[in-house]
């Protein structure tokens, strides 16, 4: 019995078979594909998904990496020149693009949802912000790792108070039911609170060309894929205000799918191997290209709960 899309609620889908590429695992998992929005959504959760978490060396768990005094000097510093003056010599490499978007204040309360390790979070403490709580049911435990920032071994739903700003790095695909997912967020936010969202989406070239070796499928960790009408879809029925959209994608797109075409896991010393300089600099173009056309394969979503 086919299901209804989770973002459009069609039931024009067609069903393919995906396998775990990441640490080798293999196994299969049907998922389905629908062909009204283009979205994804797998079949039946695996019982025993956490263990596809908890393998030594998976990267939202590895041990924070902490800055010495003189280095938050300079990380406060960037932090405010950046967001005074918008100018792009100030961003951070990972994530000064879609902050200074954001443009909140130090003293915002910040959430993350699917924080993994809390680096993130971390690198915004450093840069001075003072009210920061990530949460991550899949964290050994909850840690308090300092007063400013908070990591709790549990979902946004069970969390004290509102947010000015909640965000979701890649962790909105994690997630089973993206209607339960945005609602949450839209619960805990402020009136005029701000949502980002940054994930994988099916338009993506990539997608459309290779299929079940795409990179960023990653089954079974990845439950849903939007497609950029399936999000606007779901968002806008909470009732959030879809303000823009960005694109993101980097190479990683092209060569983590190519290790999976050669049958290889995800090991990053085999992009060295297979890869030269000059060609990872071309696929940092070519991905800056699929983005600018919309057709990268991961997004940033803008939205904000009205007042």
């Known amino acids: 019995m086919k299901k209804a899309c989770k973002f459009c609620g069609s039931l024009n889908n067609a069903s393919f078979e995906a396998t775990e ?81 954001l443009a909140p204040g130090f003293h915002f309360r910040i959430a993350d949802v699917g924080c993994g390790n809390g680096q993130l979070l971390y690198e915004l403490y450093a840069a001075g912000f003072t009210d920061l709580h990530g949460f991550d049911p899949f964290m050994e435990k909850d840690q308090a790792v300092n007063t400013s920032l908070h990591l709790w071994k549990k979902r946004i739903e069970a969390s004290d108070g509102l947010f000015d700003l909640i965000m979701l790095h890649h962790a909105f695909e994690h997630m089973e039911n993206p209607v339960e997912a945005l609602q949450a967020c839209y619960d805990k936010l402020k009136p005029g609170g701000k949502l980002l969202v ?99 394969d991961q997004v940033c979503f803008f939205l904000r709960k009205p007042l």
Not at 72 to 82: A, G, Q
């Open 21 to 101: 590429r990441m640490f080798g695992l293999g196994g299969s998992f049907a998922y389905s594909e629908c062909l009204d929005c283009g979205s994804l959504q797998m079949d039946e959760i695996p019982q025993n998904l956490g263990e596809y978490y908890q393998r030594t060396g998976y990267y939202s768990f590895l041990p924070l990496n902490h800055s010495g005094f003189a280095r938050k000097v300079y990380k406060r510093i960037r932090m405010k020149l950046l967001l005074a003056t918008q100018s792009k010599i100030f961003e951070p490499r990972d994530y000064g693009y879609w902050l200074k978007k």
């Open 198 to 296: 940054r994930t994988p989406v099916t338009d993506a070239a990539v997608w459309k060309e290779k299929r079940a070796y795409w990179v960023q499928l990653d089954a079974p960790r990845h439950l849903i894929i939007p497609s950029v009408t399936g999000f606007q879809l779901v968002s806008q029925s909470i009732g959030l205000t879809f303000e823009e959209l960005l694109f993101d994608s980097s190479a990683f797109q092209f060569w983590g799918t190519s290790l999976y075409e050669k049958g290889f896991s995800l090991d990053l010393k085999l992009v060295e191997q297979h890869f030269s300089p000059e060609e990872l600099a071309e696929l940092e173009k070519k991905a800056l290209l699929y983005n600018q056309e919309g057709k990268g």
